[in-house]
Each structure stands twice: as C-alpha cells, then as structure tokens.
C-alpha cells in the first residue's frame, strides 16, 4: 500500500527557503499525480500545488505562484516542493498527497482539490518567524 512521508520542515525566517521531501514506499508513486496542501493553524486545509505523474506539467494557487517550486524525481520515489522568499503567512503543516483514482486522471490544472486525494502524509510543520 502507497505510503508517504513528508521530510524538511522547520524555522526559517521570512524571506528565507526551505525544500520539502514526500517520500513514497512503493514505485505505484510514478502513475500518480502528487499534491503539496497546508493547513494555517484555525483555517481549512488548502492546496498549494500540483503536479502530474511525469513531472512535466505542474500547477500552482495563487498565493505561491512565482515563489514555490514543485518536482518530482520518480526514480527516488520523491517529490518535493521547493519554498523561497517565504513569508510569516506561509506558515502552515504541509502535506503532500497523492491521487490515484483513475477518475481524476494524471494530469495537474485548474483547482488543486483535496476531495480528489487520498493517499496522505503525516505533515510536517513549517514556521515562518523572525
């Protein structure tokens, strides 16, 4: 059964940068698209990117978009997402999830919905603080 590990999280300090690890257990990983999510203490989890099975197509929210980073190297099993110029608001736990219902497909656009995941991470906490 897939299992996923996130790995990276920590302090930085605003402006600063930080790349996350989700480490799969099985190469099933490889024909799934994986979602990084985060979830601010008191608020809803929310998507912040996206990308395909291959690594060729990713997508982004807004509010990251120009400053995080997603790939994924399938010989590793690995996908990361990469943080700069982070911000106090981007502290959140992380989590990266992978979609593996046929339904929702393999390609990454438009809404980044956690409703299509299900295969989760633990989380790691990330703190954006001076």
């Known amino acids: 059964q897939l299992q996923l590990v996130e790995y990276g999280g920590g302090l930085v300090q605003p402006g600063g940068s930080l790349r996350l690890l989700c480490e799969a257990s099985?190469?099933?990983?490889?024909?799934?698209?994986i979602g990084w999510f985060r979830q601010a203490p008191g608020k809803e989890r929310e998507g912040v990117s996206c990308?395909?099975?291959?690594?060729?197509?990713?997508n982004y929210a807004d509010s990251v978009k120009g400053r995080f980073t997603t790939f994924r190297d399938n010989s590793a099993i690995t996908a990361y997402l990469q943080m700069d110029s982070l911000k106090p608001e981007d502290t959140a736990d992380y989590f990266c999830?992978?979609?593996?219902?046929?339904?929702?497909?393999?390609?990454?656009?438009?809404?980044?919905?956690?409703?299509?995941?299900?295969?989760w991470g633990q989380g790691t906490q990330v703190t954006v603080s001076s």
């Open positions: 990308i395909d099975a291959s690594g060729s197509t990713t």
């Open positions: 099985t190469t099933t990983f490889n024909n799934y698209a």
């Open positions: 999830a992978a979609r593996t219902r046929a339904m929702y497909g393999t390609a990454c656009s438009g809404t980044i919905s956690l409703d299509e995941y299900d295969y």
